[in-house]
């Protein structure tokens, strides 16, 4: 079982930066594929980036390409999602999620553990 607690998000203007962390809990954080997921009010929980166990490869949503960065350090427990050039139509509840397979997936309904979310806001 993994536990994964979200920070860093908070109200960013337009253009602006944040650097979202996941930390995780248990001692096989590094046989879990890592994604960042996004979900507004009304609307499906998205794929935003996901990254393979070893950090070697990467995915990314069309939109987020260029300006999101995905990484992670297995010493650490952690998944980060570095976000640049932020605009308004970014701002959602992001959550990471880990999924058992050694594939990057998207479809939220196959990652098997996430977590509680955190607020991302930009103003215009």
């Known amino acids: 079982q993994v536990q994964l607690i979200e920070s860093g998000g908070g109200l960013v203007q337009d253009g602006g930066s944040l650097r979202l962390s996941c930390a995780a809990s248990?001692?096989?954080?590094?046989?879990?594929?890592m994604g960042w997921f996004r979900q507004v009010p009304g609307k499906e929980r998205k794929f935003v980036a996901g990254?393979?166990?070893?950090?070697?490869?990467?995915r990314y949503e069309n939109s987020v390409k260029g300006r999101f960065t995905i990484s992670r350090d297995n010493a650490k427990n952690a998944v980060y999602l570095q976000m640049n050039s932020l605009k308004p139509e970014d701002a959602a509840v992001y959550y990471c999620a880990a999924d058992r397979t050694f594939m990057i997936r998207t479809t939220p309904n196959e990652y098997d553990y996430w977590g509680q979310g955190t607020q991302v806001t930009v103003s215009s």
């Open positions: 990254i393979s166990r070893d950090g070697g490869s990467t």
């Open positions: 248990g001692r096989t954080f590094s046989t879990y594929v």
